[in-house]
Every structure is written in structure tokens, then in C-alpha cells.
């Protein structure tokens, strides 16, 4: 039985479980959390579903736990909010020392394992962690845009009044506000208007901070969309996602991961998919990389 486990087992992390439990995953999902009693009630309450999952387990653990380090996938999903007062710079410095944490206390983990940022901002995050775990190319990635297509698809199904299935868009680039629709990938993108356009898109990337501002933190998108990764690497059959890739030279970035579509399968991305984008789609992605660029320069990490 596959191992995955999952480094914070708050909200986010609790969620990843619940949706693979629910979706009956043939793994053993091992929860590690600093806080032990959260931890065990965490576990508690997600054993309580095994009865309508018989292939999916779930168990806490400790850093130095054998079981840990053998794990097969590694969700991460750790990581500090930000303070009133605080600037984004000491809040990444946070961050980044949280990941460097968590490296630290897995010690050796096996070659073949994959790595799986969820943890924010999740691609310059994913960037450090491509070189703390120097594990072989492509078993480190983040989630990307997958949850920001995820909010671009709902709304297309409800517009073309269509099964959420039957339409397709991918949102690139940053998760986050430098993030945009690329919609030459968007079937049917000639009935929106400029206007239409900009507002959509403007919808997808305020989500997060609508649901925020309504209850403190988004949880049930990020983590049906992190199971779905999951999934696609234990299956192994090639599915497409956006997500936060480390590019060495595709689209014309090198040296900075973000959110574009990615073959995922055993061992992470098998391959980074070069799409075809219009002459505007290019250039917001490569500006949206040297937005990422300049934030990792100007905190000096």
C-alpha cells in the first residue's frame, strides 16, 4: 500500500485526507501535525470514515517515524498566515524557514518519493523546495493554478449552461494576482466580450480573498484539487494539470516555478507541456514570472 503523507494537519491538510478517504484511495495516509492533540483528534475524527472507504487507512505520526520517511508522496502543507503589520518579505522568510523545518526533520527520504507544495505563496515555495530536497527532476512541484482552473471551469459551466466536464480554460501563471485566463484554451472564448473577459478573470483570482474575508480560509477547493494530484501520480495515466512546475527554459522562463499544464504521473511531472498562447498570453506569463523573480530578489532569498 502506498504511503502519502501529509506535513500539517489542519484544515487544509485534513481536507486532502477526507476527499482521498471519500474517493476511496488505496493509501495509508499518515498525518503529521506540531500539535499532538490536534493531531490525534484529527486522525480520530478521519477514522471515523473508513467504514465507507475499505481500501483508504489513516494514521498520525511523528518526524523520525520510518514509516514517514518511506513515504511515497509528501503533501506539504504547513506554513505560517500573515500578521497584522507584517510586510510579504518576513512572511515568506517565515515560510521559507517552516519548509527548511520540515526538510530537516524528514531526514533521508527515498529518491522515488514525490513532493507536493501546497503551502503559499506556493510557487516560489515550490522554487526553494526544488533544491532543499534535490530530489530527481520533476518529483517537486506545487499545486499552481489547478484551483484557480478549477474556478475558471464552474463559472464557464454555469455561463455556457454545460456539465462542468464539457467545458474547457486553464488559468497560468502566478497563484496569485499576477495569474491570468489563457483563454486560447478556452472553447468558446469568441462569445465573451473584452469586458466579459476581464471581469471573469478578475472573479477567479478574488476568490480566495472573498472566501477569506467570509470564514478565514479556503480549504475545500485546495483540497479536493491536491487529491486530484494525488491521484494522478498513483494511477500513473498522464493526466494534464496546472500546476506550479519549475521551468528551465520552457515558455522562455527558466528558474522559477509556476502554475502551467503539466503531465503527471509516478515520479511527479513526467513532462511540461508547451501549449500554444497567443503573443498576449506569452507575455503575461513571462511577466507574471519576473513578478515571482522580483519578489524572491527584493526578499533577498
Not at 224 to 245: F, K, Q, R, Y
Request: charged content about 25%; overall charge neutral.
Amino acid at each position: 500500500m502506498k504511503k502519502v503523507a501529509i506535513i500539517g494537519a489542519g484544515n487544509v491538510g485534513a481536507h486532502i485526507a477526507s476527499y482521498g478517504i471519500a474517493r476511496n484511495f488505496p493509501v495509508e495516509f499518515l498525518l503529521v501535525d506540531m500539535n499532538q492533540e490536534f493531531e490525534t483528534a484529527q486522525v480520530l475524527d478521519l477514522e471515523d470514515t473508513l467504514l465507507f472507504s475499505p481500501k483508504s487507512h489513516v494514521r498520525g505520526v511523528d518526524f523520525g517515524d520510518k514509516d514517514l520517511t518511506d513515504a511515497d508522496i509528501f503533501v506539504i502543507t504547513a506554513g505560517a498566515k500573515m500578521v497584522k503589520g507584517e510586510n510579504r518579505c518576513h512572511l515568506m522568510g517565515r515560510n521559507i524557514e517552516t519548509l527548511k523545518a520540515i526538510r530537516d526533520s524528514l531526514g533521508k527520504i527515498k529518491k522515488s518519493a514525490v513532493v507536493i507544495v501546497v503551502s503559499n505563496p506556493v510557487d516560489v515555495l515550490t522554487q526553494v523546495a526544488v533544491k532543499l530536497f534535490g530530489l530527481p527532476k520533476g518529483h517537486v512541484f506545487g499545486t499552481g493554478t489547478l484551483l484557480d482552473s478549477a474556478r475558471l471551469r464552474w463559472r464557464l459551466a454555469d455561463r455556457f449552461n454545460k456539465n462542468i466536464f464539457d467545458v474547457t480554460g486553464m488559468v497560468m501563471g502566478e497563484h496569485g494576482d499576477s495569474e491570468f485566463v489563457a483563454w486560447s484554451t478556452v472553447k468558446g472564448a469568441e462569445e465573451f466580450t473584452d469586458l466579459e473577459k476581464e471581469e471573469m478573470q478578475y472573479a477567479v483570482m478574488r476568490e480566495a480573498y472573498e472566501i477569506i474575508e467570509g470564514k478565514g480560509a479556503t480549504y475545500f477547493g485546495i483540497g479536493s484539487a491536491t487529491a486530484e494530484i494525488i491521484d494522478a501520480v498513483l494511477t500513473d495515466e498522464g493526466t494534464i494539470l496546472p500546476v506550479s512546475a519549475p521551468l528551465s527554459g520552457q515558455y522562455g522562463i527558466k528558474n522559477m516555478a509556476m502554475g502551467v499544464p503539466s503531465k503527471i504521473g509516478k515520479g511527479g511531472i513526467q513532462k511540461i507541456m508547451r501549449i500554444k498562447l497567443s503573443p498576449e498570453e506569452e507575455l503575461k506569463l513571462r511577466l507574471s514570472a519576473n513578478k515571482l523573480k522580483g519578489l524572491l530578489k527584493e526578499c533577498k532569498f
